[in-house]
Structure formats: structure tokens, C-alpha cells
């Protein structure tokens, strides 16, 4: 059972995994960055606390604190709090009044996720912390086994990637795809039917696609979109058909249509 710590003052060093975050972020890429995964609210959280991910503790206001009752089940320190204090102590008036903070689990291999999968997303260069969360998101709610990460994508554990993918992003698998563009050939070569997503696609996504196949749909950067490298590497370069005068969505809102049509496919 969680064991519940009353702290009073901001500066107390119990809750130094929650210290400043809008400054150091605990991202690993910057300075004060501890690399840890940092859940924000009550969904958010018994999300963590769900994944395979070691948690280290909670803090939030008594209410917050109270709804999680999965907290019977952890033996780790839940700190309650005041949400002055917790300002305080986080740099900013968090609205959903709790947070957990847990250790990195070890990533699995590509290998794995691609042995296990049907449904695949690639990404090159999706470094928008809150276009990857989206993605994830988009990709737990239509059944994608996995996320493979090509280079330029940032850090699917980074605090607003977590937040913006609802705690999705805790459960869905991801690795490095590596080397960059050779390991879109070695996931043809396990079977994968490899479609760049691109407005210059000769075909409708729809239509390049049949039931039996496991697909792997490759999405690019928010600007320029995908590496022309990256194209040549796929099977085919294939399109979500839109009205005249657009010309892209963006590649979260993209990712969404791809995984619903295959959805929709595998579902036929």
C-alpha cells in the first residue's frame, strides 16, 4: 500500500522528482534532466501505473490522491500536497492536481515489435513533442501493434508527449528503427508492405492495401514531411485523397485516417 506523506513546505527534498519542470523538464537532453516518465492526472496516472514502467512516487492534492485507489496496491510514497504548494514545487498551477513520477523500463527491441505486429507506424523526423503524443494516441485507439522511430523523431517519454497521449504512449510499443533508410528494406524483408505517406502519392491509401498484408505506414516531419530517401525505401507512396486547394494535414490528423483505414481493413 502507497504510503501516504503529508509535505507542507516546497522546498522539502521528498519531492525533488517533481522540482521545476517547466526549467530542466527532466528530459535527459537538458540540464537537471533525470530522464524520468512524468504522468500528469488522474487518467494519465493510473495509466502509469498500469504500464511496465517502475513507478517512484505520486504527488498531488488529497482529492486527487484519493481517486486513485490502484494506490493500494504499490508500496511507493504518495505525497499529499496543498496546490499552492504544488506549484511551488513543479513551477506551474497544475490543473489536474496530481502527478507520478517512474523510472525508464528497458526499451524492446525492434526486432520484437515488428515479430508481434500486423499494423506498424514509422515515423521520420517527427520531433513535435505534441504531434508524437497525438500520434500515439491515434495509434492505441485503432489497434496499431507498434511505433517505430526513424531519426529526428524526439522522445515519446518526454512529460507533454505522455499528456497529450492520454498515457498511451505507456502501452503502445516503440523502438528505434535503425540504420535509417536500411531498416525500411529489413521490415520488407520481414514481411512488411512498406506505404509512405506523401500529398505527391500516386495512390489513394485505400487502395493500395489488402486485407492479408501487415503494413507499415510511414509518416515524415511536420514541414517537410518525408526525406526523399525515405520514399524510395518504401513499396509504394500513397496519399489521403483531400478537397481541392489542400494540399496536407497534419501528420498526427494523417496518421489518424491511415490507422483507421486499416482498421477499417482489418476489420473487413
Known sequence: MARVIEVTDPADPLVADFRDLTRADRRPDRPGGQGLVIAEGVVVVRRLLASPYPLRAVLGIRRRIDELTELADVDIPAYVTSADVMAKVVGFHLNRGVLAVADRAPAAPAERIVARARRLAVLEGVGDHENLGALFRNAAAFGVD??????????????????????HVLAVPFARLEPWPGGLKWLRDQGFRVLAMTPAGTLPLADALSPDDRVAVLLGSEGPGLTAEAVDAADAAVRIPMANGVDSLNVATAGAVAFYVLASLAGS
Open 146 to 167: 507498434g511505433v517505430l522511430l526513424g531519426p529526428g523523431c524526439s522522445d515519446p517519454l518526454y512529460r507533454r508527449s505522455v499528456r497529450v497521449s492520454m498515457g
